[in-house]
């Protein structure tokens, strides 16, 4: 295989073919050297090989990092293509979606997520990644204490406007939502006929289990009402008030987080963005407490595959 990079960006690492060798093949015989690369680059793409649609994906998965994970505490709307393999989130077109770690809000994440370009948008539509080593060093220390010493917490409202927690939580069961958010540290208020509203605090910086270092980990940015565009924004409030937003982040304690903190971090995850176009058949994986991602509008049918894989809370693996 051929490694190199795009030029002038610092995420991906590309992995070329140099020979006749199948994208599988490839792994198998570098599976080790991969893993290492995606682990200090923060991400690699394969680039020039036949991947092979869905199906293919699905391979590439478990050759490089087992069974893909299921999609669970869902925060955005995806559907799925085959098995545990989904599509990017099914925002409109217009809309930019914000860099962020999925699922960095749960108590535990993938640890890999792997994006696979069926088709490429007309204009724009790249998948922007950001290494949040490198937003880390972009946030004042002091801006980090605070969340370190705080916390951050995140507030959800599931309704018939935002979205129904049946849909989110994948059951119609109330019982079942208490238990799973009781195992993972989510306090639970039942809101009106069938209404719900979660709590959960989570730390903002975490330890990456291979490479020992901190890295800033975390959906307070995301899930704030201030990453939304203007006119969202105005809209939402409008619409629920700010205690009823779908998603809104707080300080640990409850407290409002300062506008110009959320600017501050905000200007964090843009300085450290790079972008590129995606190409047909285009696979990326992400070592995803290094990189954040997010989505560019776009014109044209665009298709990005997803799947996520290594769970957090399991052994391992360099």
């Not at 590439?60 to 293509?81: H, Q």
């Not at 595959?305 to 052994?315: G, W």
Request: overall charge negative; charged content about 25%.
């Amino acid at each position: 295989m051929l490694v190199t990079a795009l030029p002038g960006q610092s995420l991906p690492a590309v992995i070329e073919p140099d020979n006749d060798l199948s994208i599988l093949d490839v792994i198998k015989e570098n599976r080790a050297e991969i893993r290492s690369l995606i682990t200090r680059t923060g991400a690699a793409m394969f680039r020039g090989f036949e991947v092979g649609g869905v199906d293919g994906l699905h391979d590439v998965v478990r050759a490089l990092s087992g069974a893909p994970l299921d999609y669970t505490e869902r925060t955005s709307p995806r559907s799925s293509l085959s098995g545990n393999v989904f599509t990017s989130t099914d925002y409109p077109p217009t809309e930019e979606i914000f860099l962020h770690n999925e699922c960095s809000y749960q108590a535990q994440w993938p640890m890999k997520v792997f994006f696979y370009c069926l088709q490429p948008a007309e204009t724009q539509g790249a998948t922007p990644f950001a290494d949040v080593r490198e937003v880390y060093r972009h946030i004042d220390p002091a801006v980090a204490e605070e969340f370190i010493r705080r916390k951050w917490m995140y507030v959800r409202n599931f309704s018939e406007m935002g979205g129904s927690w049946q849909y989110f939580y994948d059951t119609d069961d109330r019982s079942q939502v208490e238990r799973y958010c009781g195992s993972q540290g989510i306090d639970v208020e039942w809101v009106g006929t069938d209404g719900l509203r979660t709590r959960a605090v989570r730390e903002p910086v975490h330890p990456h289990p291979v490479t020992g270092e901190p890295v800033w980990f975390n959906h307070a940015t995301f899930f704030h009402i201030s990453s939304l565009p203007q006119i969202y924004q105005e809209e939402m409030l409008e619409m629920y008030g700010e205690e009823n937003l779908p998603t809104n982040s707080y300080y640990g304690d409850g407290a409002r987080i300062p506008d110009d903190v959320m600017k501050h971090l905000q200007k964090a995850y843009r300085a450290a963005l790079t972008r590129f176009d995606w190409q047909a058949d285009d696979l990326v994986v992400i070592d995803n407490m290094l990189t954040a991602h997010g989505r560019e509008p776009f014109t044209g049918g665009r298709r990005i595959a997803i799947a996520m894989a290594e769970a957090s809370d399991a052994p391992v693996e360099p």
